[in-house]
Structure formats: structure tokens, C-alpha cells
């Protein structure tokens, strides 16, 4: 006996351990299967990034930071005072007017960046800026995942410090050319800027960009080593049952953690990246659009995973779980002889059903997870919505079955009632003495 006990406890701690390593790879594999799914799609993430350059927010701070890039370039101060002060030479102004004339020097400059100003918001909010925005992201996808990878190459950078930049120069390039073909002379003073506008900066990133690889590389190993470990922890289990609803609590917990931080995170986005660097409104919009979906899939992980704890925790041996079976199966019960009462009764289908009602719960259960785990993007709507689909089935099933206890009660109610039916009737004592009495 106790052999037996240790080779149990053996057992029990082999379950834990297994599901506590699920638990603990759970996050990693979240970001794994997001960065396999979202980052290395193209078509995904196009739509994904792509409505960003559409937003007001996102057009303001790139044109505000495209224009500033120009002026630190060019010093319009001086190539005015130069101008001014050329004019006033040529036509020899007396002291008074060359002064007048200086007054308007600095309305001469902000009229020059407000021309900048002014071709660099219509050039990025264009639809053709729009458009080869697009396009740029579509073919340049590989230049992302390259600066993940620490690619110095990289379109979309991804510096050492933890700064996110995004390269003006191109369009830099296409502001000066838009002003020289509108005749603005200045145009020609505008050098190439090798710039880049700061879009993020946060000490974790270079970890994301360490873990990237590992990441990607993960995406599909890890999501199936961590259900492999699920099911190793619920199969070795003495008490399978209560080992599923301790693995979907374990489950649960580090999904509502990582929803709870990516939450918090994005409230606090305004402290964590300085807002003089990005405006709240942008960084956050980036953000959300970066950790939305992570979000979206752990929260659906969540209610995946309490359901089936609370599933399991319904089919264990608890006499709480076990009052409440029994008070559903005779609502059950009840709902099925209502029917066979009013000739609603699934015959000799309901009686095979019945036999077979674990492989048919076992079935459901199994096409919701296939569901669950292979389309993508997952959502809490799509998690929600297969779960209901999954448990009005169920209970369709357990309408449609016939256990035998009540076939047979129904076949002895059909017996009595034809037995009744085919039985002579009574002769009653009135009767028998009314035919004595009457005459032959």
C-alpha cells in the first residue's frame, strides 16, 4: 500500500510540474504565435499598420517633425537677413525704411515655413501618399522583421538605446522637388537629410528585439509544447477531472495577467514615452496597434481557459458538481418525457445516441479546439462564439439522447395502456341483475 501511495504522489506531482511548465511557457507562446501570425504575414500586416498613416494624429507629428528636420537644415534666419540686407544695398534704403524693412524679416521667415509647412501636410496627407505608404510596407516588410533582427539596413530602426525611428529622407526628397517644380527657388537650399523621427523609445525594447528571433522561430513549436505539457499534466493525473480544472485555472491566471499589464501599460503610455519625444495620442495609437491583438488573444486564452475549468470542475466527483449534474439530468429528464408525452420522441436514435454520448461530447469539444487553435487572428468574439456553438450543441445532444431507465419506463406506460385497451370490459352487478329479471 505504501508503494502504491508513493507511486501515486509520484504521479500527482508529475501532473503539477507538468502544467505549472505550461503556465509558465503560456506568455512566451502568446507572443510567439502573434509574431508568427501578424509579422511574417504580409497581407496581415499591411492591414494592420497600414490605416496608420490615414490617422490625423500620425499626419500631424510626421509633418511637424518633417518640417523641423528642413529648418534645422536650413538656416532661413540667415539666407533672409542676407536677402533683406542685399536689398537694401541695391536700392540704398535710408536708415528708417532699411529698418521698416528689417521689421518684416521674421513674418518673411514664418511665411517660409508655413509654405513648408503647408506642401509637406499635402504631400503626407495625399491619397498617392497614402497609397505608397502602402506600398512601402508591403514591399519593405522584410526591412521591419531585418531591424528586429538588428539589420542596420533597416527602413524602420530599431536602435541599441531603444529608439524606434522612422527615416525622413525620402521624404525630405520629394518636399524639395514638389517646391522646385511650383517655382520656389529656396527649394534648391534644402539638402539630404539623413534624419530619423523618434517613434518610440523604451529601455525593454532591445529585449523585444533579443527575443524576436526566438520568437518567430517558436511560433509553432511553442504553442504545441505547451498543450502537450496540458495534456501530459491532465493524463498522468489520478483525478484527471480535477487535474483539467486546476490546468485551466493555471491557464487562466498568467492570460489575465499579461491582458492586465498590456492594459496598464496602455493607460500609462504617456508617462512611459515622454511626450515631448511622441505626442500621447500617436504613441498610444501605436501602441494599441502593436499590443492590441496580444491583448485580444489572451483575453480569449482567458475565457477559453476558465471554461474548460469550469467544465471539468462540472464533471468531477465534488458533491457540489455531483448535485448539479443530477439536477440537470432531471431537467433533462423532464424536458424529454414532456415531449414523449406529446409524441416528441427521437426513437431508435435516441437510444443509440445514448451509449455513445461521451464520444459525442468528446467530438464537440475536440472541433471546438481545432477551431480555437488554427484560425486566425483569434478573438474574444470568435473564443465567445465557439464555446456558445460548442455548449448548445450539447445540450441538443442531450435532448436528442434516450437512457435506457427511461425507455423503459415509457415502453411499460405504452404496455399498461395497451394492455388496458385490449382487456373486456367490466360487467357491472346493476347489469347482470336487469338481464335475470327480464323475460326470456
Known amino acids: 500500500v505504501t508503494a502504491r501511495r ?200 532591445p529585449a523585444v528585439r533579443a527575443a524576436y528571433g526566438i520568437a518567430v522561430g517558436a511560433s509553432v513549436a511553442l504553442p504545441i509544447v505547451v498543450l502537450v505539457l496540458l495534456a501530459a499534466g491532465v493524463l498522468v493525473a489520478r483525478r484527471r477531472s480535477f487535474a483539467l480544472a486546476g490546468a485551466g485555472i493555471a491557464l487562466a491566471i498568467p492570460m489575465g495577467i499579461v491582458a492586465a499589464a498590456i492594459a496598464g501599460v496602455g493607460g500609462a503610455i504617456g508617462l512611459i514615452v515622454p511626450v515631448s519625444l511622441v505626442p500621447e495620442s500617436v504613441s498610444s495609437l501605436l501602441f494599441w496597434t502593436v499590443a492590441g491583438p496580444i491583448r485580444d488573444v489572451a483575453i480569449a486564452v482567458l475565457v477559453l481557459a476558465i471554461s474548460v475549468a469550469v467544465i471539468a470542475w462540472y464533471s468531477g466527483s465534488s458533491r457540489v458538481a455531483v448535485r448539479l449534474r443530477d439536477a440537470v439530468d432531471s431537467a433533462f429528464a423532464a424536458v424529454r418525457a414532456f415531449g414523449a408525452d406529446h409524441g416528441l420522441s427521437t426513437g431508435r436514435v435516441g437510444v443509440v445516441l445514448h451509449p455513445q454520448r461521451w464520444l459525442v461530447r468528446t467530438a464537440i469539444a475536440v472541433v471546438a479546439a481545432i477551431v480555437i487553435i488554427l484560425v486566425r487572428p483569434l478573438t474574444v468574439g470568435l473564443v465567445i462564439g465557439t464555446v456558445a456553438v460548442a455548449i448548445l450543441v450539447l445540450l441538443v445532444a442531450e435532448l436528442l439522447r434516450r437512457p435506457p431507465v427511461e425507455v423503459a419506463e415509457l415502453e411499460a406506460i405504452e404496455a399498461e395502456a395497451l394492455d388496458a385497451e385490449s382487456a373486456p370490459e367490466p360487467v357491472l352487478e346493476s347489469e347482470v341483475a336487469l338481464e335475470a329479471e327480464s323475460p326470456s
Open 6 to 205: 508513493r507511486r501515486g504522489a509520484g504521479w500527482a506531482v508529475l501532473s503539477t510540474v507538468c502544467i505549472v511548465l505550461a503556465a509558465i511557457l503560456a506568455p512566451v507562446a502568446l507572443v510567439a504565435t502573434w509574431a508568427g501570425s501578424v509579422l511574417t504575414d504580409t497581407d496581415r500586416f499591411v492591414a494592420t499598420y497600414a490605416p496608420l498613416i490615414d490617422d490625423p494624429d500620425v499626419q500631424n507629428f510626421i509633418v511637424a517633425q518633417t518640417t523641423t528636420a528642413i529648418t534645422n537644415e536650413v538656416d532661413l534666419d540667415g539666407l533672409v537677413g542676407s536677402a533683406f540686407d542685399g536689398i537694401t544695398e541695391a536700392v540704398g534704403m535710408p536708415p528708417a525704411a532699411a529698418n521698416a524693412l528689417g521689421m518684416l524679416q521674421g513674418a518673411a521667415v514664418e511665411a517660409i515655413v508655413a509654405l513648408l509647412d503647408q506642401t509637406v501636410r499635402g504631400i503626407v496627407t495625399s491619397d498617392a501618399f497614402s497609397s505608397v505608404w502602402e506600398q512601402t510596407l508591403r514591399t519593405s516588410h522584410s526591412q521591419l522583421v531585418a531591424s528586429l533582427s538588428g539589420d542596420p539596413a533597416a527602413l524602420v530602426t530599431l536602435g541599441d538605446d531603444g529608439v524606434v525611428g522612422l527615416q525622413i529622407g525620402p521624404l525630405v526628397d520629394q518636399v524639395r522637388t514638389t517646391l522646385q517644380e511650383q517655382g520656389i527657388g529656396i527649394a534648391s537650399l534644402i539638402p539630404d537629410i539623413d534624419a530619423t523621427i523618434v517613434i518610440v523609445q523604451s529601455d525593454s525594447l
